[in-house]
């Protein structure tokens, strides 16, 4: 067999998605595989059933693998779901709620989107209320971490006052699954989506959809594409026993079982989460003592991705911040939110509480525009 070694990446991934990954599942990408053979369809039906055994410990459910992006996937359920003369009611509070609203609009389905602003978490009275009022309603989606601020949303109690109102419950857990523990059947989650490139740490390629049977059967007929069609897309890969409809991203597939056996070296979802948390602490620690200010209050704030006010220096400028950061190993992510000047840091991928202690020294280091008068740098 050949082997050769793999570079070192010159800098860690601070961001949401592709992150930095190990090293053995980058080297599990190395063999080419047949998309038709059982050798590697045996890898999807794995990958099927691990990901609903993360997602829950009741029976009935199933997941389907879709290609592309995570936006894919949310396109793939949102355009499947709902039936002709269904209507979707988005909680939105950033970037990522306010796309599944313009997924929506663009495939004509009738849409109510509530904003709460990026910097508050979704009215809950709203919701009851709209729902109440508005009979129309069969379906509610919402973010879980909203991956602009890096608000985790209370989707446990969404999903109680969904459920009571007697709608289908759409969760993007995008940023979520797999680093952030929770049963989607205790949630109330109908279709719970995320991909391959976030807290599962496998690399970029596809997204996936956890939802039970007899939710995903319901959705025969309604898709609104052809490639995105979920319950073709799950028929085909439940039917012929892991086949895709159309070419699989092999290799990011093989990487993908990998990073779920990583994953449960590790310890699972719950020790997983322990990792993000302390890397979210000793991240915020040093950012405080550096002077930096969270965006967001402590309560809403996820152990995903962390949003901080940008200096207010006049020297201070994000592009030259960021490259003297990845001069030193590290890449940070620019801001999302739309009235303030922010940046984001990441917590999540192959990062370790070392490296996240290495990063403040870093950061502290790089704060050119704070360096006193007389020093010579
Ligand atoms: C990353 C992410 C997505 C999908 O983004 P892609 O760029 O299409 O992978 C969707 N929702 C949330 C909350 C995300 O963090």
């Known amino acids: 067999m050949m082997t050769s070694s793999i570079p070192e990446n010159p800098y860690l991934l601070l961001t949401p998605g592709p ?10 990408m190395l063999r080419d595989w047949c998309t038709w053979d059982d050798d590697y369809n045996m890898i999807v ?3 099927r059933a691990q990901l609903v055994s993360l997602a829950t410990k009741t029976e009935g459910y199933t997941a389907v693998l879709m290609q592309g992006s995570g936006t894919f996937s949310v396109e793939s359920v949102i355009t499947s779901v709902l039936p002709d003369h269904g209507k979707l009611l988005v909680l939105a509070n950033g970037a990522y709620g306010q796309r599944i609203g313009k997924i929506a609009e663009k495939a004509k389905i009738s849409t109510i989107v509530l904003d709460s602003g990026e910097l508050n978490p979704p009215d809950l009275n709203l919701l009851t209320k709209t729902m ?5 309603i069969t379906h509610v989606a919402v973010v879980h971490c909203e991956t602009t601020t890096g608000m985790l949303n209370p989707i446990a109690e969404i999903g109680r006052l969904v459920k009571d109102a007697g709608k289908t419950y759409i969760v993007d857990a995008m940023s979520s699954f797999g680093g952030v523990p929770f049963d989607m059947v205790d949630v109330g989650a109908d279709f719970l989506i995320s991909s391959a490139n976030k807290c599962i740490q496998g690399v970029p390629g596809f997204g996936f959809i956890i939802a039970g049977t007899a939710a995903i059967e319901s959705c025969a007929g309604r898709g609104r594409t052809l490639s995105l069609d979920l319950f073709d897309q799950w028929n085909t890969m439940e039917k012929q026993q892991g086949k895709w409809r159309f070419t699989s991203p092999t290799h990011t597939v093989r990487a993908f079982k990998q990073a779920l056996t990583e994953l449960e070296r590790e310890g699972g979802i719950e020790v997983r989460h322990q990792r993000y948390l302390e890397n979210h602490r000793i991240l915020v620690q040093g950012m405080k003592h550096s002077g930096f200010r969270c965006l967001l209050d402590d309560k809403d704030q996820s ?4 949003a901080f006010h940008s200096p207010t220096h006049p020297d ?15 890449v940070i992510y620019p801001g999302k939110v739309t009235h303030q000047d922010t940046f984001r840091i990441g917590n999540i991928g192959d990062v370790t509480p070392l490296d996240m202690e290495r990063l403040v020294e870093a950061i502290a280091d790089s704060m050119y525009w704070d360096r006193g008068q007389g020093e010579s740098r």
Do not use: C, H, M
């Open 19 to 28: 992150l930095s990954t190990t090293k053995t599942v980058k080297q599990a």
């Open 45 to 47: 039906q794995d990958i």
């Open 132 to 136: 109440a009022t508005d009979p129309q």
């Open 303 to 306: 152990p995903i991705i962390t």
């Open 316 to 330: 201070y400028s994000f592009p030259r911040f960021y490259n003297e950061l990845k001069s030193k190993g590290f």
